[in-house]
T-cell receptor
Framework: AQSVAQPEDQVKVAEGNPLTVKCTYS??????LFWYVQYPNRGLQFLLK??????LVKGSYGFEAEFNKSQTSFHLKKPSALVSDSALYFC?????????????FGAGTRLAVHP | DARVTQTPRHKVTEMGQEVTMRCQPI?????VFWYRQTMMQGLELLAY????????DSGMPKDRFSAEMPDATLATLKIQPSEPRDSAVYFC?????????????FGQGTRLTVV
């Protein structure tokens, strides 16, 4: 079965510093990977996705993610963090098993950006 | 601005009562997902519809939960009878899934409290 793991429950960074939120995946076949963000009392918002092609994917709000096949990772990055980036971040993988087309989410990483 | 609409946003009910949560997917989307979010379990997929047909509801407790799509503009999730352990945030998501690389769009969720 397809799965993703987010090894860190929480990440803390200072405003203006670069941030990285880690995600590793386990898939059979081609990986289709996604990042979502959840602000307090809100639903999940799509940030970016990797389907194929360039390993560096750019998304919303200045975020980008780097796909690394040899390390089976899809880490989310931003060059300069903002306090407003503080939220819960989810990595997800598409599961096509059984003919279905589902999104399987990681446990989430809480990002805290302090002034 | 197209969005997934969920009602109610908040629901407090007594144990044993029936609860119905509603979702209006984005017009034209062919896939609807129901997820449950709790602190302990994270995001769990409960049910999955494509073109209004239920494809996978293996994540749902069958004895008390049911999910339907009476028409293309409405998806419902019912719990009868409700129990305190059902307290969670329930998210509906929709997508125009034409392939594995298409993302899902989430509603703002229904926060259910069963007392």
């Amino acid at each position: 079965a397809q799965s993703v793991a987010q090894p860190e429950d929480q990440v803390k960074v200072a405003e203006g510093n670069p941030l990285t939120v880690k995600c590793t995946y386990s898939v059979s076949g081609n990986p289709y990977l996604f990042w979502y963000v959840q602000y307090p009392n809100r639903g999940l918002q799509f940030l970016l996705k990797y389907i194929t092609g360039d390993n560096l994917v750019k998304g919303s709000y200045g975020f980008e993610a780097e796909f690394n096949k040899s390390q089976t990772s899809f880490h989310l990055k931003k060059p300069s963090a903002l306090v407003s980036d503080s939220a819960l971040y989810f990595c997800a993988v598409r599961d096509m098993s059984g003919g279905y087309n589902k999104l399987i989410f990681g446990a989430g990483t809480r990002l805290a950006v302090h002034p | 601005d197209a969005r997934v609409t969920q009602t109610p946003r908040h629901k407090v009910t007594e144990m044993g009562q029936e609860v119905t949560m509603r979702c209006q997917p984005i017009l034209g989307h062919n896939t609807v997902f129901w997820y449950r979010q709790t602190m302990m379990q994270g995001l769990e997929l409960l049910a999955y519809f494509r073109n209004r047909a239920p494809l996978d509801d293996s994540g749902m407790p069958k004895d008390r939960f049911s999910a339907e799509m009476p028409d293309a503009t409405l998806a419902t999730l019912k719990i009868q009878p409700s129990e305190p352990r059902d307290s969670a945030v329930y998210f509906c998501a929709s997508g125009l899934v034409t392939g594995p690389g298409t993302e899902a769009f989430f509603g703002q969720g229904t926060r259910l409290t069963v007392v």
